[in-house]
């Protein structure tokens, strides 16, 4: 079954500095991979994804993953936080299960930024 | 583009109280998703539907919880009677796109 980690619950940077959000799936198939970001009082909206292809996937408002199959990994990346940045980070991953494709959260990683 | 539309935004009622929330998907998409957000639990699937049928209720808490989605254009889901413990904010989501989920901005439920 597939299944998402996320370490870090809450991750602090300074404003400028380099933001890196980790997450590690586990899966039997080849995956699709999500981030999610969730601003206060929003619902979550796509930053980027991973299908196949090129291993380096960039999104919106600055921000790249890279899938690395060895490691089962696919951490988020920004060279520089901006206050605008802080928000809740939800990594996913799609898998087949009851019938249909899943697509499971992490727990979620809160991401402040200060001055 | 008019992203999913979720009404009301926020609801406060007394326990054993109806509660109805209402979503508007964007136009075109296949596939509706309910979800749940608590501190204590995350982010919880509640119900899926494919071409407004109910595929996986599977994560529907209990028998006060119902789902429908009478046609492509709006789906509701109703608790009753609701409990201090169904507090919590309600997404409904749509998609075209495996894995992709276009969120609205939530129900915040209170039950007192």
């Known amino acids: 079954a597939q299944s998402v980690t996320q370490l870090g619950s809450h991750v602090s940077v300074s404003e400028g500095a380099l933001v890196l959000l980790r997450c590690n799936y586990s899966s039997s198939v080849p995956p699709y991979l999500f981030w999610y970001v969730q601003y206060p009082n929003q619902g979550l909206q796509l930053l980027l994804k991973y299908t196949t292809g090129a291993t380096l996937v960039k999104g919106i408002n600055g921000f790249e993953a890279e899938f690395k199959k060895s490691e089962t990994s696919f951490h988020l990346t920004k060279p520089s936080a901006h206050m605008s940045d802080a928000a809740e980070y939800f990594c996913?991953?799609?898998?087949?299960?009851?019938?249909?494709?899943?697509?499971?959260f992490g727990a979620g990683t809160r991401l402040a930024v200060h001055p | 583009d008019a992203g999913v539309i979720q009404s009301p935004r926020h609801e406060v009622t007394e326990m054993g109280q109806e509660v109805t929330l209402r979503c508007k998907p964007i136009s075109g998409h296949n596939s509706l998703f309910w979800y749940r957000q608590t501190m204590m639990r995350g982010l919880e699937l509640l119900i899926y539907f494919n071409n407004n049928v109910p595929i996986d209720d599977s994560g529907m808490p209990e028998d006060r919880f119902s789902a429908k989605m009478p046609n492509a254009s709006f789906s509701t889901l109703k608790i009753q009677p609701s409990e201090p413990r169904d507090s919590a904010v309600y997404f409904c989501a749509s998609s075209l796109e495996q894995g992709v989920r276009h969120f609205g901005d939530g129900t915040r439920l209170s039950i007192l």
């Open positions: 996913a991953v799609t898998g087949f299960s009851g019938g249909y494709n899943k697509l499971i």
